[in-house]
DNA sequence: GACCACCGGTCGGCCATGCCGACCCCACCT
DNA sequence: AGGTGGGGTCGGCATGGCCGACCGGTGGTC
């Protein structure tokens, strides 16, 4: 793994920088932020303008992420094999679990959702596709940290944020979940990372045995569980899913 | 607008190539496709990797767009102002109008969806957010066309390609009915993208006038069209959510 | 099973390229 | 009017990235 292209290395942290800040940032604020030449930030701040990655706000000259990422981000989930895949068993889990379901896969320290059904009722809900949970809060994360060493290693020794007073914060706590899981075959997380939210999730795996993402069921506390534990039929029915999503990534290989 | 960064111009020919093929694409396929010398290609797609930006398939060593394009996909539509403040009057207009209702914005030679908002009943849909309309056959491209001359300049003079036998195809009867579009202020699409289906967009406009993207409405004719034209209290519904946008658009400003 | 063609990946030298910092112009505020 | 900060430009310097020759592995072919 040898060095980077200095100037693609930058334009990606320019285009994290806009993507961090909620609101649009000037040139200035982009080189001091990066520690860049203004000059320099310009000039890669040009490049992306014109290749429509960054666009500019014609009155105060400021910059955001543009249109073309929308786009690649579409094409990246048309091609995304395991998502594809999923799509109708993750409905299918919706609709028999009466609750939200959720597809993730590991992106750096967190887990990204790559696809997501909306609870079979007629509330409002916003899409949470492309956004990313905490792996160490949540039962997706919780499942790719149990079998994915490399992930559980980059998140270090911790004590990580406490989203609700039930957040595991604590690298002996986490590693005897991670246990736990690896044992049962599936992870749950009450009320860790939302108050009154809980979820079961379980892990996929590609031909190889290779751990590729996670589904999760998620609502309510007071439908997702019973008597203090998740409800056992629910268990079941996600990781009957992720099975079912596994063989489906295994068979059409060869 | 002088020069630019080649490295990174070339980053986005690639992200661009992958994109387009559905497949994944080897080292080799990407260097010859833009032109590139194998080792060019190489470092460009190794730091592309190191960002995220591609992923590569462990076992055929071909490449694949990456997670971190959804991510920052997701962060631009958090960002983006017209969709922030559309998002509500979608919602109330396709309860009104009992039908599909999308939000559009002008992107490179198309028009990229922003939001979407399923038809209010339980039938199978998919989220259409980051896709690319044709502006010559769909509604909302119609109306950007009408009241954008850039973009119109850029469509050049056709003859595009025909969706449906009632796609308008010729430079003069595009032209004809863009100035139709700018007398009554809205525009139709009745089967000229999609057989049996029917829209009608209008413009949104900023503070200070200048056009920056179009709502729809979206269904089947038999229910958007009455004695073939479409419904004229649609036609009143989608202008009043446009000027509602572009009154909210123009609010917040000062 | 030996060959071969082609794959992805590496390396080092050469030189174009992109980096930098001083500079410009404009808008806004004092 | 002057000052301060914004975005944007420019040209010289040297560094960073491009290229093409070169590896090692793999899958297909005869």
Redesign the pocket.
């Known amino acids: 793994?040898?060095?980077?292209?200095?100037?693609?290395s930058?334009a990606a942290a320019i285009l994290r920088l806009l993507a961090g800040g909620e609101r649009r940032?000037?040139?200035?604020?982009v080189?001091t932020g990066l520690g860049?030449?203004?000059?320099?930030?310009?000039?890669?701040?040009?490049t992306l303008q014109q290749e429509g990655f960054v666009e500019?706000d014609p009155d105060?000259?400021?910059?955001q992420l543009g249109a073309e990422l929308l786009r690649l981000g579409q094409s990246y989930l048309d091609v995304h094999e395991l998502r594809a895949r999923a799509l109708v068993w993750a409905d299918d889990l919706a609709r028999a679990a009466g609750e939200t379901v959720y597809l993730g896969v590991l992106h750096q320290r967190g887990v990204l959702v790559v696809h997501h059904v909306f609870r079979p009722d007629d509330s409002r809900q916003v899409l949470e596709v492309g956004s990313m949970q905490p792996l160490h809060a949540t039962a997706l994360g919780k499942v790719l940290l149990a079998y994915d060493p490399v992930a559980r290693g980059e998140l270090g020794d911790g004590p990580w944020e406490a989203f609700t007073p039930r957040t595991v914060t604590e690298p002996a706590a986490l590693d005897a979940q991670c246990a736990l899981v690896r044992e049962r075959g599936w992870a749950d997380a009450v009320e860790e990372t939302w108050e009154g939210v809980a979820s079961v999730a379980a892990l996929i795996q590609d031909r190889r045995r290779n751990p590729v993402g996670a589904v999760c069921v998620s609502g309510a506390v007071e439908t997702v569980c019973e008597g203090g534990a998740v409800r056992p039929s629910l268990v079941a029915s996600v990781r009957t899913a992720a099975r079912a999503i596994s063989r489906d990534l295994g068979a059409h290989r060869f």
Chains 1, 2 share one sequence.
């Not at 105060?60 to 910059?63: E, I, L, M, P, V």
Request: avoid cysteine; hydrophobic fraction near 40%.
């Open positions: 793994m040898s060095g980077a292209i200095q100037s693609l930058r940032l000037g040139l200035s604020e080189a860049l030449a203004k000059g320099t930030a310009h000039g890669i701040l040009r500019q105060s000259g400021k910059y």
